[in-house]
């Protein structure tokens, strides 16, 4: 039995694929708005301000490597940031998701006290617009949320629900949907990253070639910059993206093993609150299997060691073959 837990948690193809799909689709749509934000800035004034946008969206992007390399070597600062991400996107949704258990004493909690959620009433209607379009968001990336929605969430009269005045809708959506929001976040806020860097090398570079030689030299521009950007990126990257992906897929996998026992199973249907805390407990005991899987430490300790090999590369190899392939492409220009 704790074997075939164990081997519930092993990514598959769909959790890679998955993670390189989110983590495209935030590379793309950052590097697009970036683009269009340098363009409009050049259209609206002078260059010298585009280069200064340029320049500090870069540097914010690049803060947290730059703020740790003050004070540790540099690539230990590299490690730090990035096993950072991915210890948090792989270990942290199945922490995460015991905060669930707080909703649950909360929701007791509202039952029992009036004042309590006459105010909280109020609160939730100040986002009651904001809660229904992320609902109808959520609905349309994952088909899981319609099933959960399409279960009968009606509440009884005298039901749990009811005294605290609360939807059972939004408690199970929300229990459906946190363990997802690590690996989402940690994986579109790194494919930002990385496109923000893109557009920053493009533009520039298309930018200083038109300086140089008028409209002409702005493919050539755009060509030198992308491959400069990709003698910046792949010889380390070739290790670190595929790492952070898998750890993407990791955190992932976990998420559909939770939420899928929730809409499988049917849990956290009742209008009982002690029926609540049992099927709170068959929940908590898939993050407590998944966080103390030996799986999950292998691969997160095996990621690390890649991330370490990585950022080496980065403080020492990869400044070498940039600026060879940067030589190397002035030579052709010229």
Not at 26 to 55: G, P
Request: one cysteine or more; a positive charge; proline letters at 2%.
């Amino acid at each position: 039995m704790e074997n075939r837990k164990e081997n519930n948690f092993h990514i598959t193809k769909r959790e890679v694929s998955w993670s390189v799909k989110l983590f495209t689709i935030a590379v793309l749509i950052s590097c697009f708005l970036s683009m269009l934000f340098y363009i409009l800035s050049l259209v609206s004034s002078s260059s010298e301000s585009v280069d200064m946008a340029i320049t500090s969206t870069t540097s914010i992007a690049m803060h947290k490597v730059d703020s740790a390399a003050k004070h540790l070597d540099l690539i230990w600062s590299i490690f730090l940031f990035n096993s950072l991400a991915v210890v948090t996107t792989s270990i942290g949704p199945g922490i995460l998701s015991y905060i669930q258990n707080i909703s649950v004493a909360e929701l007791k909690l509202r039952a029992r006290n009036k004042k309590y959620t006459t105010l909280s009433v109020k609160l939730e209607k100040l986002f009651q617009l904001l809660t229904s379009v992320i609902k109808d968001i959520l609905q349309k990336l994952d088909p899981g949320v319609s099933k959960l929605r399409a279960q009968d969430n009606s509440e009884k009269a005298g039901s749990i629900w009811k005294r605290a005045n609360y939807s059972k809708e939004n408690f199970r959506l929300l229990a459906y949907v946190i363990p997802y929001l690590i690996p989402v976040i940690t994986l579109t806020m790194n494919g930002m990253l990385l496109g923000i860097t893109l557009s920053f090398f493009v533009f520039n570079g298309a930018l200083s070639f038109y300086d140089f030689a008028g409209s002409q030299g702005i493919v050539p521009g755009m060509l030198f910059s992308i491959a400069y950007f990709l003698a910046h990126i792949l010889p380390h990257g070739i290790i670190e993206l595929p790492v952070i992906i898998i750890a993407g897929a990791i955190g992932y996998r976990f998420a559909r093993m939770y939420s899928g026992k929730i809409l499988e199973d049917k849990l956290l249907l009742s209008d009982e609150i002690e029926k609540l805390e049992r099927d709170m407990m068959i929940i908590n005991d898939i993050a407590s299997a998944y966080i103390r899987s030996r799986y999950l430490w292998a691969m997160v300790s095996i990621i690390l060691v890649f991330l370490w090999v990585a950022a080496w590369i980065e403080a020492n190899i990869t400044p070498t073959i940039a600026q060879e392939v940067a030589n190397f492409l002035g030579d052709l220009l010229i």
